[in-house]
């Protein structure tokens, strides 16, 4: 493997306790174990893994379609492990580790997370299992490159792709933008909207004309939620992210390069938004139950049509852009607004920064390596993105189209039933819960010669056509997609995908930077529900003095530091591997 130490990652335990950890698993590979298949190819005896993931939403015994896809080709059974959903993950993790065992299928960051596991011993090296993995060889340099300080492969790296890193990786929409009801915004004669505070007065409207919806339940411009916080206030940072800039650490940095900044200097991007809830909260256009509710509350609100703003499509657009309610002529689109930049992701070669590994405990190492391969087959990847095929799916003149069946599960919700064979239950609770794409979805299926994300099929958008995404076209110069719209007008701002992890914190530093995350975090909900402006603006200043005190200039030069490297890597990547 390569060497490029430079390139590691955050993490969470201290050096002493590493030195306990490396006496509770054993690293080296594993031979490989006799195969426990029939005469058909299936394997007799059911495995349940305990599967370790940071990204999953759901906690316990998976259950649904993707579940039973699962158990009929591995006879696997999952057990989620998820910090998500049992809150503060970081002592889950460390309580896992230290008990020698995190779990039988791991997903979670690359750098000091990968390292720190492999030196306690908690994964299994796999390569005696990586010369069988045909679908994966296909990504052998990003393989290469999760695995590049150590002798043997760990980790698979997830978002692999094979565009170049300067093209996009979303497909329609951008991760980010200011999605409005669009409906709303119609009613109003569409508003132009220079800056940010310049939404204030329209979702203002919005909520004073529509204060309720159907049944009852009272509308709010926005509603917060707290799980999602980390080195600040989540939704805090969101909002800068529509002028080019993404989080590292306490920096927001710019996806060009051109600036970066501290997070609380008075005029910062996030204090730039913290300042607008507190507007609107002075309005009373904040839900109030916006400081005890999690993720999963948010999206039920929007999609009862309780909320008017969403900060990404994958909440506003996912949860309310039914078929029933766009027929209605109701939906959220993104509403542009005036030098907006929004930050992309470009496509990662080397894949994102979370990997899955193969915990030293597994039972059954051989076809957990089988399975994991699986992901990243055509059939697999095409599954988590769009269903299974024969189900969702199916192919129509060598081309992918909806069935019946996927246009009400996909286009409609999810709360359609599975059929029985496919695992029963609602749809939509039966989703890949890993939570990963471990193929970037906009890459071509080479089995389908499509994309794997359906909403990109040339069928689906000839058949999604309706009233809302008609008039947003026609109001947008004639761009069929959010994207289309933000390239044609040089709107957006592409980070090349370098894949880069930021080095460790150190535990002194660690220690100074969860002591200042935390006071930051509690003092920007603070300032949003402030009874005024002179208590928001003691708060700031409040919050500004007691991070000084506890180190926050030492991180925050580290992290700047790590925000420039993260630069250079992102110029180097786009000269070898852009367009």
């Keep these: ?49 305990d599967v370790f993931d940071d990204l999953a939403n759901n906690m316990g015994m998976s259950e649904g379609w993707f579940a039973e896809v699962v158990k009929d080709k591995f006879n696997i059974e999952m057990n989620l492990i998820a910090p998500n959903v049992a809150g503060n993950g970081d002592t889950l993790y460390q309580t896992r580790t230290s008990a020698g065992d995190l779990g039988d299928l791991i997903i979670t960051g690359q750098g000091e997370r990968y390292d720190e596991l492999v030196e306690a011993g908690l994964l299994l090296d796999a390569s005696d299992y990586y010369k069988d993995m045909k679908n994966i060889a296909k990504f052998d340099e990003a393989v290469e490159k999760v695995n590049e300080d150590q002798e043997g492969i760990f980790g698979f790296p997830t978002g692999v792709s094979t565009l170049s890193a300067t093209t996009p990786s979303e497909a329609l929409d951008p991760t980010f933008g200011a999605y409005l009801r669009w409906d709303l915004y119609k009613e109003q004669g569409y508003p132009e909207i220079k800056e940010l505070e310049d939404l204030l007065p329209v979702l203002e409207k919005m909520q004073q004309d529509h204060p309720q919806t159907d049944n009852g339940k009272k509308v709010y411009a926005f509603s917060l939620f707290s799980d999602w916080d980390g080195n600040m206030m989540n939704a805090g940072k969101q909002m800068s992210c529509f002028y080019g800039y993404d989080e590292l650490g306490f920096v927001l940095a710019k996806a060009d390069g051109s600036d970066y900044q501290s997070i609380l200097d008075d005029d910062s991007e996030y204090i730039r938004s913290l300042k607008i809830y507190f507007d609107a909260n002075q309005k009373g256009m904040v839900d109030p139950e916006s400081t005890t509710q999690n993720y999963d509350t948010l999206f039920s609100k929007v999609q009862n049509g309780q909320v008017l703003f969403s900060w990404w499509p994958w909440l506003g657009q996912s949860a309310f852009n039914t078929t ?22 470009g496509a990662e070669v080397y894949g994102g920064a ?16 089988e399975f994991i391969d699986w992901l990243y087959s055509p059939e697999g990847a095409a599954t988590a993105s769009s269903g299974p095929e024969g189900l969702t799916w199916e192919i129509k003149d060598d081309k992918p189209v909806m069935t019946d069946f996927g246009k009400k599960a996909l286009l409609d919700g999810g709360s359609v039933e599975v059929p029985e064979e496919y695992g029963s239950g609602a749809y939509k609770d039966g989703y890949n819960q890993l939570n990963i794409s471990t193929i970037l979805p906009v890459d071509i299926n080479p089995e389908t010669n499509a994309p794997y994300d359906y909403t990109m099929w040339d069928s689906v958008l000839a058949e999604t056509s309706n009233t809302v995404q008609d008039d947003w076209s026609e109001h947008m110069g004639g761009a069929k997609t ?40 509690e003092y920007s909900w603070k300032m949003v529900f402030a009874k005024d402006e002179n208590e928001f603006n003691s708060l700031l200043k409040e919050m500004q003095e007691t991070a000084e005190g506890l180190g926050y200039q030492k991180v925050l030069e580290f992290d700047m530091n790590n925000a420039k490297d993260q630069n250079e890597q992102r110029v180097e990547v786009a000269k070898e591997f852009g367009d």
């Excluded at 939906?331 to 930049?341: L, R």
């Excluded at 979370?354 to 390596?369: K, L, V, W």
């Design 1 to 49: 493997m390569k060497k490029l130490s430079k390139y590691v990652s955050l993490g969470l335990l201290s050096v002493g306790l590493l030195g306990s950890l490396a006496a509770c698993g054993d690293s080296g590979s594993k031979e490989a174990s006799s195969s426990g298949k029939n005469a058909d190819g299936k394997y007799e005896k059911t495995l349940t893994i």
């Design 324 to 345: 029933t309610n766009l027929n209605d002529g109701k939906g959220f689109m993104m509403v542009p607004i005036e030098g907006q930049k929004i930050f992309s992701y």
């Design 354 to 369: 979370t990997f899955i590994g193969i915990g030293s405990n597994a039972e059954d190492p051989e076809r957990i390596a």
């Design 482 to 521: 959010t994207m289309e719209f933000l390239e044609d007008n040089d709107q957006l701002a592409v980070a090349p995908g370098a894949s880069y992890v930021a080095p460790e914190d150190g535990s002194e530093l660690s220690t100074l930077r969860n002591q200042c995350k935390s006071t930051i975090i």
